[in-house]
């Protein structure tokens, strides 16, 4: 009885134990549906098992849109650029889809089967890297690199009404290995977990001005603007002026030398012939208008309450701002100079446009005076005289150059700042005066002389013609007497 009960036990078990290998066996055939991916598959990570077509299409989209949305940093000391994915047509390949779905289905019965339990207990990680534009990212790569071949570019101020001051990001001189950041890049848009990469640089050049040290230049501490004519030559030489001072840093104790800045105004640094003055007297020179932009930034200057170590007046005052207020250069010869007297570097820029030129001084708020101006302290004018000349060579009897009057005026400089301090300076100016000046092809007394002695001998000839006339009339008119006195004494005879 007992072998009979354990027989069927063993039977019972062994139906049972049967029954559970068919269907452990079949169960992957079961769970799966035929149109969803088989349970325990993960693509990069993601649950995507019991998806059907239309979700998993819906999921490659989402994931699409996410690429889509991401960017990646290329990254070179302070440079720092930013591609979009979507720009580079960054996309997970929808077509994979199909590929899910087959997954598991295709083989034999006894490999699907495998393929099947694995991934329900290991869980089938499927991976599917993104693809993207490699043209697309070719075409990037050389605007970068065109971007950056050029000579670094300073950063430019950014100059508000208030008065404060923030610049630009500078831009280097970078060489770089174009086909490996093609492969960098390209690298790092198929991991999915790169958000970086660093531009294999091979030659650079950086601005001169850094982030630490633009962060000094924050205030306007003075601004002075004057306008001019539409002389096409001279405008070109303000322009050439202005750019050549424009971005000069003074630090704290140097001299800024404006003839240093610019240099010679020559023809092969394109300056042109425009009107100069040259004793006294304005002639065709090469640089013609440069002393206005001096002169602008004399005035700057003086409103940021620096010291001017250098400043000749013109020859006479400019029209283009008050008297005394003038600044002119002459390379080799006179020059305008300042000395950065703060505790701060100042930044020295300039704008040319059509009709106007303007200078600015830009330094630290600390250093900004809560008052600056420029006075007239006096003006007088001083007469001019009147001069003849004999020129034989003169075709003209007579030429004028008109003079004019001279003027001495001087100016005060006066800044104050917030903590008491108070800066004054005088400039004194003295324009000649300038005579007019007559000149004759003969001396002016001796043809005066010579005019009254022709007119004097005319004179005379022509009274010797009448006294001779009159001489001739009376005597017809004595002859004519005379023969009628001759007929009245004839006295007739008779027979």
Known sequence: MREA??????????????????????APFVWAGKDTVIPGVRLNGTAVGGMGKVRLEEFFQEKNEELAAKKLALNHGAVHEEWLYKDLNVHFDKSRADELLRLGKTGNLLSDWITRWKAVICGDVVGVVPLYDREALCTKVNEL??????????????????????????VPYLVFDRPKLVEIVGNALVSEDT????????????????KERLKNFNTVLGVYTTNFGESPNRSRNIELAAEAIRGSVVDPGTVFSYNDATGERSPDKGYLEAPVIVNGKPQPGYGGGVCQVSTTLFNAVLLSGMEVTERSPHFSPASYVPIGQDATVSYGDLDFQFINNFKNPVYVYTKYEPG???????????????????LLEYSGTIGFNTQEK???????????EYGHEGYNAGILQYARWADGRVYERSFPSYYDPADTVITYNKDPKKAEAEKKAAAEKKAKEVKERQ?????TTEKNKRDKENKEEQKAVIIPLGN
């Open 5 to 26: 009960d354990m027989y069927k036990t063993v039977k019972v078990f062994g139906g049972i134990f049967v029954s559970a290998a068919v269907l452990a066996g079949a």
């Open 145 to 170: 690199a065109v971007k950056y071949g050029q000579m670094p570019k300073e950063a430019m101020p950014v100059i508000k009404d208030d008065g404060t001051v923030e610049f630009t990001e500078g």
């Open 195 to 210: 958000d970086a990469v660093e531009i294999p640089v091979t030659e650079e050049k950086m601005p001169m001005l850094t």
């Open 356 to 374: 106007a030129v303007t200078c600015w001084i830009i330094g630290a708020r600390e250093d900004k005076p809560e008052e600056s101006r420029v």
């Open 390 to 400: 004999v020129d034989p060579v003169q075709t003209e009897e007579k030429t004028v």
């Open 467 to 471: 006294d001779a006339g009159r001489k």
